[in-house]
C-alpha cells in the first residue's frame, strides 16, 4: 500500500500522512527512502518527536551518523553530537562550537562536500521558532540537471569542482577577522564531479556555496559558470519553501538537494534538532560508472 500524501509542488517535496507509530516502527522505512530519492524532500506535520524518536526513526532509514569526524584548527569536533543529535543554534549557549560556522546555512548548500562520500540525509524537527522568518528552502539538483540541454549535459559530466570552507562562508561573512578566515582554510577541500551519477539511476548537479572553482578552467569562466548554475537550479520551478511548525520533521535526500535557512531575527532562540544518514555512496562522474559498468 502506497503511503498517503500530498506533492507540495510540481518537481520537489511531498507531505507524508503518516502518524508517529507507523514512522517509528520502520514499516514504511523503504518506501519512504524510494520517495526521498523520487521527491528530494519529505514532511510529517504533527509528530513533536523527542530526541530519542528522532534517533529512532534515523535508525530506520539508514546508518545514523555518531560523534564527529572533522576537526577545526583547534582540535574541537565540529560534527555530529555524541548521540547522533546535533542542535542546531546561532546561539552560542547551546551549542558553541556550531554557532561560529551555522552563519553559512544562510547560504545555499549540500552538506559534507568536504568529505568522499557526502552524507545520505538529514532529518531535521524545531525545538524552538524563531519569531520571525527562518523558514528553510529546499532546491532540487536532480531536476535541475534533467532540464538542461543534452548537450550540455554531456559537458558538464566532463568536469570537477575543488569545494573549500572558505569559499562556503566568506561569502556570508565577508568581514571576517584574519583568524577566523585561516580557521575556514584549515579545513580539507574535496574535488567532485560536477554531475553526480547514483546508483538509483538518476544524475544531480553537485551544487553548493562551497565550489570554489572548475578544474582546469579559466578563474573568470569557472566563476561564471558556478554562478549561472546556481541561478538555474534555485529556480522556482526547482524550489520548496517550508514554514515550519512545532511538531514538524522534515526529511531531505542531501546527496540531491540544497538547502538553506532563510533570515530570521537578531537574538532568536531558534534551535533545530538533528540527525544525520552517512553517505552510502561516493561522487561518482557519470563516465566512471560507465567504465565500471563495462
Known amino acids: 500500500m502506497t503511503i498517503p500524501s500530498v506533492d507540495l509542488t510540481q518537481r520537489i517535496g511531498s507531505e507524508l500522512k503518516l502518524d508517529k507509530a507507523a514512522l517509528l516502527s ?22 513533536h518527536l523527542n530526541d530519542q524518536e528522532l534517533r529512532t526513526v534515523a535508525r530506520t532509514l539508514g546508518d545514523l551518523r555518531i560523534g564527529g569526524s572533522k576537526r577545526g584548527a583547534d582540535g574541537k569536533t565540529l560534527n555530529e553530537g555524541d548521540e547522533g543529535i546535533l542542535k542546531v543554534s546561532l546561539d552560542p549557549k547551546v551549542n558553541p562550537e556550531y554557532a561560529r560556522f551555522l552563519f553559512g546555512n544562510h547560504l545555499w548548500h549540500m552538506d559534507g562536500t568536504y ?59 565577508r568581514d571576517c577577522t584574519p583568524e577566523e578566515f585561516a580557521l575556514w582554510c584549515s579545513y580539507p577541500q574535496r574535488s567532485h564531479p560536477l554531475v553526480w551519477q547514483h546508483k538509483s539511476g538518476r544524475k544531480s548537479l553537485v551544487l553548493s556555496t562551497s565550489g570554489a572553482w572548475v578544474e582546469g578552467m579559466h578563474p573568470a569562466e569557472s566563476h561564471d559558470l558556478l554562478q549561472r548554475l546556481m541561478l538555474h537550479a534555485t529556480q522556482d520551478k526547482y524550489v520548496y519553501r517550508h514554514k515550519w511548525q512545532l511538531g514538524d520533521l522534515a526529511i531531505w535526500d542531501n546527496t540531491g538537494m540544497m538547502h538553506r535557512a532563510m533570515p530570521f531575527e537578531a537574538g532568536s532562540k531558534r534551535e533545530f534538532h538533528r540527525c544525520t544518514l552517512n553517505g552510502e555512496e561516493p561522487v561518482t562522474a557519470p563516465a566512471q560508472m560507465a567504465d565500471a559498468a563495462a
Open 26 to 47: 520502520g514499516e514504511r522505512a523503504q518506501e519512504i527512502r524510494k520517495l526521498l530519492v523520487d521527491r528530494g524532500a519529505l514532511i510529517i506535520r504533527g509528530l
Open 115 to 173: 568529505e568522499e562520500v557526502p552524507p545520505f540525509a538529514t532529518l531535521f524537527t524545531p525545538y524552538r521558532l524563531s519569531e520571525r522568518g527562518g523558514d528553510t528552502m529546499f532546491a532540487s539538483t536532480y531536476a535541475a540537471y534533467e532540464d538542461l540541454p543534452v548537450d550540455e549535459q554531456a559537458w558538464l559530466e566532463t568536469l570537477r569542482v575543488v569545494h573549500t570552507m572558505q569559499a562556503a562562508l566568506f561569502p556570508a561573512k
